[in-house]
């Protein structure tokens, strides 16, 4: 059974210009899908995570209040979604989901 502390060091453990998604976190973790999104709805707003690269199965951006943050932190790491708002699956850590 995963805990909040295997969550911190796996979502701290993605690396930079690369994405999750819960569902991938969530099994990385220990955790069911839901207890992934209450843990992120209670990280600090000044939290050092890089919780902006987790995603959704979709490989889109889930709509919530801090999306549009999201976007420009994806960006600014390279992570620019495809027309239909889907980010590139070679990106996507820690393997190919398919």
Do not use: C
């Not at 993605?14 to 990385?28: D, E, N, V, W």
């Not at 902006?52 to 549009?68: P, V």
């Amino acid at each position: 059974m995963g805990d909040k502390t295997v969550f911190y060091h796996t979502m701290a453990s993605i690396p930079k210009g690369r994405y999750t998604s819960y569902g991938q976190l969530a099994s990385l973790s220990g955790v069911h899908v839901r207890q992934i999104q209450a843990w992120l709805r209670t990280l600090p707003p000044d939290s050092q995570l890089p919780w902006f690269r987790i995603i959704n199965s979709q490989r889109k951006i889930t709509e919530h209040s801090g999306a549009l943050k999201q976007h420009q932190l994806l960006a600014k790491e390279g992570l620019i979604p495809n027309d239909r708002g889907k980010f590139p699956i070679e990106f996507f850590w820690p393997s190919d989901p398919n």
